[in-house]
Protein backbone atom coordinates (compact mmCIF):
# COMPACT_ATOMS: atom_id res chain seq x y z
CA UNK A 1 0.00 0.00 0.00
CA UNK A 2 1.48 3.34 -1.04
CA UNK A 3 1.91 6.01 1.43
CA UNK A 4 -0.66 8.38 0.01
CA UNK A 5 -3.10 5.54 0.29
CA UNK A 6 -1.95 4.78 3.72
CA UNK A 7 -2.41 8.74 4.53
CA UNK A 8 -6.15 8.60 3.27
CA UNK A 9 -7.18 5.60 3.92
CA UNK A 10 -8.58 6.67 7.54
CA UNK A 11 -10.57 9.82 6.02
CA UNK A 12 -11.60 7.61 3.52
CA UNK A 13 -13.22 5.05 5.35
CA UNK A 14 -16.74 6.43 5.85
CA UNK A 15 -16.60 6.87 2.17
CA UNK A 16 -15.57 3.16 1.61
CA UNK A 17 -17.83 1.75 4.38
CA UNK A 18 -21.03 3.93 4.99
CA UNK A 19 -21.72 5.68 8.28
CA UNK A 20 -22.56 3.54 10.77
CA UNK A 21 -24.04 4.39 13.81
CA UNK A 22 -23.32 3.30 17.73
CA UNK A 23 -24.08 -0.27 19.11
CA UNK A 24 -27.93 -0.01 17.98
CA UNK A 25 -28.07 0.66 14.12
CA UNK A 26 -30.50 3.59 13.28
CA UNK A 27 -31.82 4.91 10.01
CA UNK A 28 -29.58 7.50 8.81
CA UNK A 29 -29.41 10.47 5.87
CA UNK A 30 -25.37 9.73 6.32
CA UNK A 31 -25.98 6.53 4.78
CA UNK A 32 -24.30 7.04 0.98
CA UNK A 33 -22.66 3.89 0.07
CA UNK A 34 -24.80 1.26 -1.92
CA UNK A 35 -24.64 -2.44 -1.85
CA UNK A 36 -23.10 -4.34 -4.44
CA UNK A 37 -25.07 -7.62 -4.11
CA UNK A 38 -27.26 -9.44 -1.49
CA UNK A 39 -25.50 -12.03 -0.27
CA UNK A 40 -26.98 -15.41 1.34
CA UNK A 41 -25.60 -14.58 4.77
CA UNK A 42 -24.32 -18.53 4.91
CA UNK A 43 -21.76 -17.30 2.29
CA UNK A 44 -20.07 -14.86 4.39
CA UNK A 45 -17.37 -16.03 6.96
CA UNK A 46 -15.08 -14.01 9.44
CA UNK A 47 -12.32 -12.73 8.77
CA UNK A 48 -8.37 -14.47 9.71
CA UNK A 49 -7.01 -10.86 10.07
CA UNK A 50 -10.16 -9.30 12.46
CA UNK A 51 -8.31 -7.75 15.12
CA UNK A 52 -11.84 -7.66 16.99
CA UNK A 53 -11.75 -11.25 19.49
CA UNK A 54 -14.89 -10.12 21.59
CA UNK A 55 -18.18 -9.84 20.79
CA UNK A 56 -20.80 -8.44 23.49
CA UNK A 57 -23.68 -10.15 23.63
CA UNK A 58 -26.22 -7.64 25.19
CA UNK A 59 -24.75 -5.02 22.38
CA UNK A 60 -25.16 -7.92 19.42
CA UNK A 61 -28.94 -8.57 20.31
CA UNK A 62 -30.11 -5.13 20.75
CA UNK A 63 -28.62 -4.73 17.20
CA UNK A 64 -30.63 -7.79 16.32
CA UNK A 65 -33.86 -5.98 17.23
CA UNK A 66 -32.92 -3.21 14.97
CA UNK A 67 -32.39 -5.04 12.64
CA UNK A 68 -35.41 -7.52 12.74
CA UNK A 69 -37.23 -3.81 12.36
CA UNK A 70 -35.31 -1.87 9.86
CA UNK A 71 -32.59 -4.41 7.89
CA UNK A 72 -29.67 -4.34 7.90
CA UNK A 73 -28.88 -0.34 6.59
CA UNK A 74 -25.25 -0.33 5.99
CA UNK A 75 -23.36 -2.65 3.52
CA UNK A 76 -20.81 -5.57 5.08
CA UNK A 77 -17.36 -4.80 3.52
CA UNK A 78 -16.12 -8.15 2.49
CA UNK A 79 -13.20 -9.42 -0.49
CA UNK A 80 -13.89 -12.60 -1.67
CA UNK A 81 -12.73 -15.90 0.07
CA UNK A 82 -9.57 -17.47 -0.83
CA UNK A 83 -10.27 -20.80 -0.46
CA UNK A 84 -14.11 -21.11 -0.94
CA UNK A 85 -15.10 -19.73 -4.21
CA UNK A 86 -18.32 -17.83 -4.66
CA UNK A 87 -17.93 -17.20 -1.05
CA UNK A 88 -16.44 -13.81 0.85
CA UNK A 89 -14.28 -13.14 3.84
CA UNK A 90 -15.61 -10.30 6.21
CA UNK A 91 -13.43 -7.13 6.27
CA UNK A 92 -15.46 -4.99 8.46
CA UNK A 93 -18.88 -5.48 9.77
CA UNK A 94 -18.62 -8.43 11.40
CA UNK A 95 -20.84 -7.12 14.31
CA UNK A 96 -23.89 -7.00 11.72
CA UNK A 97 -23.32 -9.98 10.39
CA UNK A 98 -23.27 -11.75 13.89
CA UNK A 99 -26.46 -9.56 14.37
CA UNK A 100 -28.09 -10.26 11.07
CA UNK A 101 -27.94 -14.04 12.37
CA UNK A 102 -29.69 -13.47 15.86
CA UNK A 103 -31.98 -11.59 13.95
CA UNK A 104 -32.58 -14.99 11.29
CA UNK A 105 -31.98 -13.02 8.45
CA UNK A 106 -31.61 -15.01 4.94
CA UNK A 107 -29.45 -12.53 3.04
CA UNK A 108 -27.21 -9.42 3.75
CA UNK A 109 -26.26 -6.43 1.75
CA UNK A 110 -22.36 -5.98 0.90
CA UNK A 111 -19.89 -4.23 -0.82
CA UNK A 112 -17.14 -5.64 -2.76
CA UNK A 113 -13.69 -4.80 -2.03
CA UNK A 114 -10.11 -6.12 -3.34
CA UNK A 115 -7.83 -6.02 -0.55
CA UNK A 116 -5.08 -7.56 0.73
CA UNK A 117 -4.61 -9.44 4.10
CA UNK A 118 -2.77 -5.82 5.20
CA UNK A 119 -5.05 -3.70 3.92
CA UNK A 120 -7.71 -5.67 5.02
CA UNK A 121 -6.27 -5.87 8.42
CA UNK A 122 -5.94 -1.97 8.28
CA UNK A 123 -9.33 -1.11 7.32
CA UNK A 124 -10.59 -2.93 10.14
CA UNK A 125 -8.12 -1.47 12.68
CA UNK A 126 -9.16 1.58 11.56
CA UNK A 127 -13.22 0.82 11.49
CA UNK A 128 -13.34 -0.22 14.80
CA UNK A 129 -10.78 2.09 16.33
CA UNK A 130 -12.53 4.87 14.82
CA UNK A 131 -15.83 3.27 15.98
CA UNK A 132 -14.49 2.98 19.23
CA UNK A 133 -15.69 -1.17 19.10
CA UNK A 134 -11.91 -2.15 20.19
CA UNK A 135 -11.15 -2.62 23.62
CA UNK A 136 -7.26 -1.70 24.45
CA UNK A 137 -5.83 -4.96 24.73
CA UNK A 138 -7.53 -5.76 20.94
CA UNK A 139 -6.64 -2.12 19.45
CA UNK A 140 -2.49 -2.89 21.08
CA UNK A 141 -2.66 -6.32 19.23
CA UNK A 142 -3.75 -5.04 15.88
CA UNK A 143 -1.06 -2.56 16.07
CA UNK A 144 1.54 -5.30 16.84
CA UNK A 145 0.49 -7.20 13.69
CA UNK A 146 1.11 -4.39 11.42
CA UNK A 147 4.24 -4.05 12.67
CA UNK A 148 5.27 -7.74 13.16
CA UNK A 149 2.91 -8.74 9.61
CA UNK A 150 3.11 -6.23 7.21
CA UNK A 151 6.48 -4.09 8.42
CA UNK A 152 4.47 -0.75 9.42
CA UNK A 153 6.54 1.59 11.47
CA UNK A 154 4.73 3.12 14.09
CA UNK A 155 4.56 6.29 12.51
CA UNK A 156 2.96 4.57 9.34
CA UNK A 157 0.50 3.13 11.87
CA UNK A 158 0.17 6.56 13.71
CA UNK A 159 -0.96 8.18 10.52
CA UNK A 160 -3.03 5.62 9.50
CA UNK A 161 -5.57 5.47 12.27
CA UNK A 162 -5.05 9.49 12.62
CA UNK A 163 -3.60 9.13 15.90
CA UNK A 164 -0.20 10.51 17.48
CA UNK A 165 2.78 8.08 17.53
CA UNK A 166 3.26 8.33 21.27
CA UNK A 167 -0.46 7.10 21.61
CA UNK A 168 0.64 4.02 19.41
CA UNK A 169 3.66 3.84 21.35
CA UNK A 170 1.93 3.70 24.84
CA UNK A 171 -1.07 1.31 23.41
CA UNK A 172 1.53 -1.37 22.36
CA UNK A 173 3.23 -0.97 25.84
CA UNK A 174 0.39 -2.63 27.31
CA UNK A 175 0.90 -5.62 25.95
CA UNK A 176 4.00 -5.75 28.60
CA UNK A 177 1.27 -5.98 31.40
CA UNK A 178 0.70 -9.75 32.68
CA UNK A 179 -2.48 -11.77 31.49
CA UNK A 180 -4.47 -11.11 34.54
CA UNK A 181 -4.17 -7.46 33.99
CA UNK A 182 -5.29 -7.42 30.43
CA UNK A 183 -8.12 -9.75 31.14
CA UNK A 184 -9.14 -6.58 33.35
CA UNK A 185 -8.70 -4.22 30.69
CA UNK A 186 -10.52 -6.25 28.13
CA UNK A 187 -13.91 -6.87 30.79
CA UNK A 188 -13.90 -3.06 30.95
CA UNK A 189 -12.93 -3.52 34.82
CA UNK A 190 -9.72 -1.17 34.10
CA UNK A 191 -9.62 1.65 31.68
CA UNK A 192 -6.49 2.20 29.58
CA UNK A 193 -5.60 5.48 31.43
CA UNK A 194 -5.75 3.02 34.54
CA UNK A 195 -2.94 0.36 32.65
CA UNK A 196 -0.82 3.30 31.75
CA UNK A 197 0.15 3.86 35.71
CA UNK A 198 0.58 0.31 36.17
CA UNK A 199 3.36 -0.01 33.55
CA UNK A 200 6.35 1.08 36.08
CA UNK A 201 4.70 -0.76 39.22
CA UNK A 202 6.98 -4.30 40.48
CA UNK A 203 4.00 -5.71 40.94
CA UNK A 204 1.32 -4.60 38.12
CA UNK A 205 -1.06 -7.47 38.93
CA UNK A 206 -1.73 -6.50 42.53
CA UNK A 207 -1.60 -2.98 42.18
CA UNK A 208 -4.30 -3.76 39.45
CA UNK A 209 -6.23 -5.77 42.16
CA UNK A 210 -6.35 -2.65 44.88
CA UNK A 211 -7.21 -0.54 41.88
CA UNK A 212 -10.76 -2.35 41.03
CA UNK A 213 -11.28 -3.38 44.66
CA UNK A 214 -11.52 0.69 45.53
CA UNK A 215 -12.93 2.13 42.20
CA UNK A 216 -10.17 4.31 42.01
CA UNK A 217 -10.56 6.86 38.97
CA UNK A 218 -6.94 6.91 37.00
CA UNK A 219 -5.62 10.40 39.11
CA UNK A 220 -6.02 8.18 42.77
CA UNK A 221 -4.20 4.94 40.80
CA UNK A 222 -1.40 7.65 39.84
CA UNK A 223 -0.99 8.41 43.37
CA UNK A 224 -1.24 4.87 44.61
CA UNK A 225 1.57 3.66 42.17
CA UNK A 226 3.36 6.74 42.86
CA UNK A 227 3.39 5.90 46.90
CA UNK A 228 4.89 2.92 46.61
CA UNK A 229 7.87 3.88 44.68
CA UNK A 230 11.08 5.07 46.86
CA UNK A 231 10.93 8.76 48.36
CA UNK A 232 13.25 11.35 47.49
CA UNK A 233 15.13 11.99 50.89
CA UNK A 234 13.97 14.80 52.62
CA UNK A 235 17.31 16.02 53.77
CA UNK A 236 20.28 17.76 51.57
CA UNK A 237 23.59 18.49 52.60
CA UNK A 238 24.31 21.69 54.69
CA UNK A 239 24.40 24.27 52.45
CA UNK A 240 21.76 23.26 50.01
CA UNK A 241 18.46 22.82 51.70
CA UNK A 242 15.58 22.94 50.08
CA UNK A 243 12.39 24.76 51.89
CA UNK A 244 9.36 22.38 52.47
CA UNK A 245 6.87 24.13 50.34
CA UNK A 246 9.55 23.52 47.24
CA UNK A 247 9.87 20.01 48.40
CA UNK A 248 6.20 19.54 48.85
CA UNK A 249 5.93 21.43 45.05
CA UNK A 250 8.51 18.60 43.25
CA UNK A 251 6.61 15.75 45.32
CA UNK A 252 3.14 17.03 43.81
CA UNK A 253 4.93 16.95 40.28
CA UNK A 254 6.23 14.19 40.46
CA UNK A 255 2.72 12.14 41.57
CA UNK A 256 1.33 14.04 38.57
CA UNK A 257 4.00 13.56 35.52
CA UNK A 258 4.70 9.91 37.13
CA UNK A 259 8.22 10.97 36.90
CA UNK A 260 10.97 12.48 39.15
CA UNK A 261 10.93 16.15 39.13
CA UNK A 262 13.61 18.66 41.16
CA UNK A 263 13.36 22.26 41.36
CA UNK A 264 16.47 24.88 41.91
CA UNK A 265 15.33 28.41 42.65
CA UNK A 266 17.58 31.78 43.09
CA UNK A 267 15.36 34.39 44.67
CA UNK A 268 12.36 34.78 41.60
CA UNK A 269 14.14 32.70 39.16
CA UNK A 270 14.95 28.99 38.52
CA UNK A 271 14.60 25.53 36.98
CA UNK A 272 12.79 22.71 36.70
CA UNK A 273 13.89 19.41 35.68
CA UNK A 274 11.99 16.20 35.00
CA UNK A 275 14.11 13.10 34.38
CA UNK A 276 12.79 10.02 32.32
CA UNK A 277 14.47 6.94 31.40
CA UNK A 278 13.01 6.10 28.10
CA UNK A 279 11.69 7.66 24.95
CA UNK A 280 7.95 6.28 26.00
CA UNK A 281 7.90 7.78 29.26
CA UNK A 282 9.21 11.05 26.95
CA UNK A 283 5.82 10.11 24.63
CA UNK A 284 3.74 9.53 27.71
CA UNK A 285 5.32 13.31 29.32
CA UNK A 286 3.99 15.24 26.13
CA UNK A 287 0.41 13.54 25.43
CA UNK A 288 0.26 15.02 29.05
CA UNK A 289 2.02 18.55 28.40
CA UNK A 290 -0.90 18.87 25.38
CA UNK A 291 -3.78 17.36 27.20
CA UNK A 292 -3.91 14.34 24.81
CA UNK A 293 -4.07 11.89 28.02
Known amino acids: MTQAK??????????????????TQTQSSQASVRADRQVPIEKLHPSRVQPRLRFDSDALDSLADS???QGVIQPILVRNHDEKPGEYEIVAGERRWR??????????????????DSEA??????????????????????YQRLLRDFGHTQEDVARLIGKSRSHVANTLRLLSLPGEVKEMI?????SAGHARTLLSSDDPAALAREIVAKGLNVRQAEA?????????????????AKDP??????????????LKVSIEGRGERGKLTIQYSSLEQLDSLLEKLNGES
Open 245 to 258: DTLRLEESLSESLG
Open 67 to 69: IRQ
Open 224 to 240: LAQSGKPRRARSQPAGG
Open 6 to 23: KRGLGRGLASLLGEEESS
Open 186 to 190: SEGRL
Open 121 to 142: LEVAIVENVQRQDLDPVEEAEG
Open 99 to 116: AAQRARLHEVPVVLRALS
